[in-house]
């Protein structure tokens, strides 16, 4: 459905109020949103790589960028900065982020890789956004914070951290946000490779991209066990969520960096955006 290509395409999140997709192109240091209606794509420009933007409900965003939370005005494009983390960690940049059942925005880091396939190990952190600007680091000792989901109920949260190849569960409190209890839900399979976004769907399902696998799969937390695998047209996808006038199409986003020439030419549809 986008065929403009994104570096490293991330972050999707259906915006009711402007029918239309918002998304990051970490590397382009971009977000963007794509519009249903015109199917145009617009993109505001920040001073950072962005990890992940969420909505805000007074309008605008909330996006993790470098190693700050910052809100995006869309309209001036002015970015206004919360809190600076992680200052002693240069090499480190906050990744996926998400907003929980009570408008808290959970957002992890990671460290950069410092030559391919070279990176310091259990740099990152995850840390949850309070609506009155409080943060509170709630994981440490993480390599790629990635992918989360609240479940159904609101008792478990869902979280990846991608160098582990797990989709973890804890126990989530809704009344103070607060995370416990880690335990593994699901490792993933070799050909399946890294675990990068994930969503859930209105069966309490998780869906999870895989990056480098070229597919999206669906788990049953309830089991632990993969149920369906949707193969898409390129090997790096990066996330997913579901949109569209009733959510039920889901938005898959993918990345054409780290792909050499030879991959390039064999995938075309290499950082554009699917909608299954």
């Not at 199917?39 to 962005?50: G, M, T």
């Not at 900065?81 to 925005?105: A, C, H, M, S």
């Not at 009155?132 to 989360?148: A, T």
Request: contains cysteine; charged residues 25%; glycine residues 8%.
């Amino acid at each position: 459905i986008v065929k403009e290509k994104n570096r490293m395409g991330e972050c999707p999140v259906w915006e009711e109020r402007e029918n239309a997709l918002v998304y990051v192109d970490i590397n382009s240091q971009k977000v963007c949103r794509w519009s249903a209606l015109t199917n145009e794509v617009q993109s505001v420009s920040v001073d950072a790589r962005v990890g992940s933007v969420a909505l805000r409900q007074c309008g605008g965003y909330v996006i993790a960028l470098g190693t700050r939370f910052a809100f995006l005005d869309w309209d001036t494009q002015v970015v206004t900065t919360i809190l600076e983390l992680e200052q002693d960690k240069p090499n480190n940049r906050f990744n996926d982020g998400k907003v929980d059942p009570k408008g808290r925005f959970f957002a992890g880091t990671m460290a950069e890789e410092t030559a391919p396939g070279v990176r310091a190990r259990r740099q990152g952190a995850l840390y949850t956004l309070f609506p009155d600007h409080l943060v509170i680091k709630q994981l440490d000792q993480v390599d790629i914070s990635n992918g989360l989901d609240w479940s159904l109920d609101h008792r478990t949260f869902f979280h990846i951290d991608s160098l582990a190849y797990a989709v973890h569960a804890f126990s989530y409190d809704v009344h103070t946000g607060k995370i416990a209890c880690p335990k593994s839900l699901y490792h993933l399979e070799k050909e399946e490779q890294m675990p990068d976004g994930m969503c859930i769907d209105a069966e309490g399902k998780l869906w999870v991209a895989c990056i480098d696998g070229g597919r999206v799969i669906r788990i049953d937390p309830e089991t632990g066990k993969r149920i369906q695998t949707v193969r898409l047209p390129t090997v790096r996808i990066t996330s997913c969520c579901f949109g569209g006038k009733d959510y039920s199409e889901m938005y898959v986003t993918s990345a054409y960096d780290g792909l050499d020439e030879a991959t390039l030419a064999k995938e075309p549809h290499a950082g554009e955006i699917f909608k299954v």
